[in-house]
């Protein structure tokens, strides 16, 4: 049970995201802002050191929905995916970018092996103007027996651009580390993820950060200094088949936490 002095501060890029964090009651405060300026919110609330971080990575199903945000590949809407103000969309990259650099974010952010079938296909059918018509150019540019596991065929390339366009990889890891850097003895923080880049960022900043230091130039005998950080659990938690009945969303999700070692444990 939490006790009564306890304050949350919500960030979420999205502006839309403000009007339901206002019926979560007074000890809820919103920011517009997304995790690369943690520390900046941080320092603008007056909060010196924080009790918990809790990431909770991607789309929300309220933007997937939403067919005017055009993240999602079933609804038809316009090339846009800005999770918040910005002025790149996925349109312009669809649109106006080469195919060289097409080929290598889809690859990249994507991690789609048929990224050069894809570019290829998505500069030869310009101007593609909404949704729909892109998943459909991606589809067909994947062979016919790919098409048949693994989800939509143009899942990858959505996510390529979405992660481009909002920027997503490099505000997580600015994000992480102004975490662990703000929390205080014995905070916590958690993180899930919904795919494998994502995933890899969190594990890599996690265990390092629960790593002990390791100088080779040092004798033997040097005392080594523990490690500030402890992984709560080695595997990253995923959800149960009940919960991935109630929510098939979730099937990819991957959960991963890390505690501050409380000054003088020697953890």
């Keep these: 049970m939490l006790g009564p002095d ?20 007074p000890r809820v405060r919103f920011v517009a802002s997304d995790f690369r300026h943690l520390t900046e919110v941080t320092e603008e609330a007056d909060i010196d050191a924080i009790t918990g971080v809790f990431f909770d990575l991607g789309l929300s199903s309220l933007q997937l929905d939403d067919g005017a945000r055009g993240f999602g590949f079933r609804r038809s809407g316009p090339l846009d995916m800005r999770m918040g103000a910005g002025e790149l969309t996925a349109g312009e990259i669809v649109n106006q970018w080469s195919e060289a650099d097409l080929r290598r974010v889809i690859a990249r952010y994507g991690e789609e092996r048929f ?24 589809k067909l540019a994947i062979p016919a027996a790919t098409r048949r ?15 481009v366009v909002n920027d997503e990889l490099a505000a997580l890891e600015a994000g992480l580390d102004a975490a662990l850097e703000l929390l205080e003895p014995g905070g916590r923080v958690v993180v899930i993820s919904y795919h ?3 995933d890899r960022i969190v594990k890599r900043r996690l265990v390092s950060a629960s790593s002990s230091p390791d100088d080779t130039s040092l004798p033997v005998v040097t005392p080594v200094a523990a490690p500030e950080y402890r992984l709560l659990f080695r595997k990253p938690m995923t959800p149960t088949e009940e919960e991935i009945a109630d929510n098939p969303r979730a099937r990819s999700a991957k959960l991963r936490a890390a505690e501050r070692a409380t000054r003088g444990s020697g953890v």
């Design 6 to 25: 306890v304050r949350f501060l919500a960030l979420d890029r999205d502006p839309a995201a403000e009007d339901r964090a206002a019926t979560l009651g």
């Design 115 to 138: 990224a050069g079938r894809v570019a290829r296909a998505i500069v030869g059918a310009r101007p593609i103007e909404d949704t729909v018509s892109l998943a459909e150019i991606v």
């Design 149 to 163: 596991t693994g989800g939509h065929p143009a899942r990858r390339t959505f996510q390529a651009l979405r992660i």
């Design 196 to 198: 494998s880049l994502e």
